[in-house]
């Protein structure tokens, strides 16, 4: 699992981050990473970072925390085609939620999904992430993960 890790997105490797593309059938389901940069440059809480196993990218994330209350969501995580279903997801998810609970003082991290990405839904539900009953102004389904 340590050999899981992130680095922010720098110009050293925001070209490889760009590349990271999800496999055939699932960009309904995910922004693109050219997509979700452009949201962090437009948004200032956002912080976007890539994922590595060992000195290779495998996939890129976003979170941030917003409003008075702290709302703290891990919004995006991408890994790439060449690297799903070998566990990473799972990996980096956990990790990130320590990062971030750390980061932002939180017990509270909110995710959302579109509801036809079973195999989102099913992994986290499986982490421990409840859906809260509530939508997103898109209309994906919002979970909450408390530790």
Known sequence: MRDVYFRNITNSNESAARKIT?????????ETVDECLEEATTYKGW?????????????????????????????????????????YGRIAMKKLIGIVSRKFEVTDIYLSIVEENRIAFNLYKSMGFKYINERDPNGELIFKYSI
């Open 22 to 30: 999800v496999k055939s059938g699932q960009e309904e389901f995910i």
């Open 47 to 87: 912080h976007p970072v890539a994922i590595y196993h060992n000195e290779e990218m495998i996939g890129f994330a976003m979170y941030g925390s917003f409003g008075p209350n702290k709302d703290t969501w891990i919004d995006r995580i991408i890994i790439d085609e060449k690297y799903q279903g070998k566990g």
